[in-house]
């Protein structure tokens, strides 16, 4: 069984896939993993992503971005009044909506939010099946948390209209959780973890008490008026004041330029996440004008610190909103398009120094890929399975026929999952190495009880290498309900896991 994650944020957009027992994100026909969730109309076509982002130099009137925010939105609400005033885009009224009022081939076409998602979700459909996710269309959608029932229809039937099968809605919190199995591993722990996100134009903070594998949203606080986009205006501002000195002009009439230094400035952004030095460069930027300037992350990270006050504060607001204090979270996500910047991660961690801060994923792909662990866990617990006659009243389960268990000694089984089991089921074992231990090779078998060595068939084998002496190692089993056997192991100190998942035979 196969199906995807979807997250469509305010500037990009990704999407992930579930298949034969991994998430991986897709990339677009350009190689990217993100898509922008731009859209241009222009005299040949209608265009979404980076072909479209570029038609803000030229075609500014015609293009579409940051859609979500108007998501639900009539058009006399304050947002859309600070839409208005930041896009070139027309916005006109029709029976209380905002719609886009765009020219292509000629005409005068208008809109609504609704219709522009659907556009970049037909991309997004496009680009995972022309990359091998042919024929899958089922999907879950991942939303902010703050998005009420109507906003997340509108959502949810943009999706559906664009091809995919929606199975669930989930926020976007809830996401980030699944996509490090936070919670999910033990069951047993009960803890507090902050989710952060710093989207392209917003941010939010997030508290989330977690036991026996379930999620509660303690306490959030929301800011719609930063957002990542602010560390590009600082930047876009220093290159500008870099370019009127160095050719003593002034380019902050022309919006023509601006646009261009805008893009420079957001890709320069970019690349110093992984860069030491990025190199900015705009032909004929004004007057005929080149500009070139190396801009190391050194200086960028001096302009941006006065903006990550912003940051930790709103931490601090949604600390006080849940009255908890730092040393009560366990566990902190950084997650966003706008939250890579290494310098941000690294004075939210200060800021939260007695917590283990989870950044094994590209912070603008988590949403994406925990959404897809949801649609994992709905494809793989449907209903194809389970036949049910009326008319003789009988109702047919998957039954494992096997006991599963685990190797705890040289000559000895422990069984975890007990013979003739019903699926779906879950069950966890806890497994305490030796003081002068450091690795374990975790064997599984099938057998038929009382379970020995000699009748038992070995499945898999997972091995855990590089460990702290006398590590605890909980394993847990997930019988799905197609027969499917995922089983995943998790050291508690170091947070290593390996898992396998084993089909049905």
Known sequence: MAAFGLHLGTCSACLAVYRDGKTNVIANDLGDRVTPAVVAFTDHEISVGAAAKQEIIRNASNTVS???????????????KEYIESTSVRIVKDNGLPLFEVEQKGK???????????????????????????????????VPPDFDVKQRTIVSEAATKAGFNILRVINETSAALLAFDVGQLDQTEHFKTLVYRLGGTSHEAVIVDIEQGMYRIIAKAADTQFGGDKFTEVLQAFLTSEFNRQFRLNMSTNKRSVSKLGLAAERCKHALTTMITAQCAVDSLFEGCDFHYNMSRARFDSLCMPLLSKCTGLIEE????????KEDISKVIICGGGAKPPLLK????????????LNSIPEDEIIALGAAKEAALLV??????????????????KIFPKSLCIRVSKDE??????????????????????????AVALEIFEADEPATLETAKLLAKLVMRDLPPGSTIKSNFHLKREGDLHISCHEVTTDKTESVTIPCH
């Open 66 to 80: 940051h859609v979500k925010r108007l998501v639900g939105c009539q058009f006399d609400d304050p947002l859309v």
């Open 108 to 142: 005068t076409l208008r809109y609504t939010p609704s219709q522009i998602m659907e556009l970049i979700y037909k991309k997004l459909l496009e680009t995972a099946q022309s990359h091998g996710g042919s024929g899958i269309k089922d999907a879950v959608l991942a």
């Open 318 to 325: 949604v600390l006080k909103s849940a009255g908890c204090n």
């Open 346 to 357: 690294k004075v939210i961690g200060d800021f939260l120094s007695s917590s283990t801060l």
């Open 380 to 397: 793989g617990n449907d209903t194809g399975n389970i036949s049910i006659d009326n008319e003789a009243s009988t109702v047919n389960f």
């Open 413 to 438: 089984l422990e069984v975890v999952v007990p013979q003739h089991s019903l699926a779906p089921t879950r069950r966890q074992h806890t497994l305490t190495l030796d003081p002068q231990q450091t």
